[in-house]
């Protein structure tokens, strides 16, 4: 039976959990994971069970939160798998050494290079493209610059018509450090006062964008697809829509979500089972949840994507997304976005 314990973890709690048995509920478990990816995570995993009879569990925090933890815990650690929703937090977790190099054709020919740490230590499992959403009632597509999208966004055009999600958020600093690394820190940088000068409204997360857009509040935002499909899930007639940036340029920025074995695991022939298992016959189920893109071209994505239509990417570097993590996050206090 699957047994998610929901443990949002501050740093300051962690030895007052590790003292009071919390781990121990863990160690029933065959496989254990560390996840900061909160998405409909039960059909997947329940059929993992079912085909396996292993069983899973796990514990939910933040990105920097449950590396933390691991880095703690050390060898104590009961994790096998962490798993997360950033490519830079898997480089990140790959320079803190906490991921184990693994061997296997499976997830070598189910998940593209790309898609891929070179070392074997982590593997993308689903795909998130961050474009641009707006109103249909007040923005004509045609307005966004086709060759860069985000740029554009720095049109005196757009002002006072901007949302954005807030600088603290992961989403929003993978973006500027993937622009950074792409086109470099100094244009970057122009871009970002661009959109703070057009009076940008900085909200807190996705879903508040999008419900900005629908109601008329703001007319244009960038957000993961996912959740605008998640949106028109619940109401088809949620008058929000999605336009994928950069077409004729240098396309739209992608991110993953992903995960890669514990080093200090016990069980990293389950471990690395589950990993194989969601990269292929689990592949549909795991991204079909949340409405991500499939990393493995033998799968389609899900009918709820079909309106969206097909889109060229920017090329995903998880090195850079890591590296250029905290300049992306000097460059957006520098730039006054908050």
């Given at each position: 039976m699957l047994r998610p314990i929901i443990a949002f973890l501050a740093l300051s709690l962690l030895g007052t959990l590790s003292g009071c048995g919390f781990l121990g509920m863990g160690d029933e478990a065959d496989i254990q994971i560390y996840s900061a990816r909160h998405y409909d995570l039960e059909k997947a995993f329940e059929d993992f069970e079912e085909e396996t009879g292993k069983s899973v569990e796990f514990i939910f925090g933040d990105d920097a939160e449950?590396?933390?933890r691991l880095e703690t815990e050390g060898a104590d650690s009961p994790a096998d798998i962490f798993m997360t929703v950033d490519a830079g937090n898997l480089w990140?977790?790959?320079q803190a050494g906490v991921l184990d190099q693994v061997d296997s054709s499976t997830l070598d020919e189910a998940v593209p290079e790309k898609y891929?740490?070179?070392q074997g230590r982590w593997f993308g499992l689903a795909l998130r493209a961050r474009t641009v959403v707006y109103n249909p009632d007040t923005v004509d597509p045609k307005e966004f610059d086709p060759v860069n999208t985000y740029a554009g966004l720095t049109d005196p055009k757009w002002r006072g018509r901007l949302c954005m999600r807030g600088e603290t958020g992961a989403y929003t600093q993978s973006l500027v450090a993937a622009l950074t690394d792409v086109y470099g820190r100094e244009q970057t940088l122009e871009w970002v006062k661009g959109w703070v000068a057009n009076d940008v409204d900085v909200v807190e997360n996705d879903v508040v964008l999008l419900e900005a857009i629908d109601a008329g509040e703001c007319e244009v935002g960038i957000s993961n697809h996912y959740?605008?499909?998640?949106?028109?899930?619940?109401n088809p007639d949620?008058?929000?829509?999605?336009?994928?940036?950069?077409?004729k340029g240098k396309g739209v920025m992608e991110?993953?979500?992903g995960g890669g074995v514990v080093s200090t695991s016990d069980n990293k022939a389950d471990a690395r089972e589950l990993m194989e298992w969601l990269a292929t016959d689990g592949q549909q189920a795991f991204i079909g949840g949340n409405h991500?893109?499939?990393?493995?071209?033998?799968?389609?994505?899900d009918e709820a994507l079909d309106s969206f239509g097909p889109y060229k990417p920017m090329a995903i570097d998880a090195e850079a997304y890591g590296r250029l993590n905290a300049d992306a996050t000097k460059l957006l206090a520098e730039a006054g976005y908050r």
């Open positions: 449950l590396l933390k990140a977790a790959t891929r740490d070179s959740y605008l499909a998640r949106e028109l899930d619940d949620f008058n929000v829509k999605l336009h994928w940036a950069s077409q991110n993953l979500s991500e893109y499939p990393v493995n071209p033998k799968v389609e994505p």
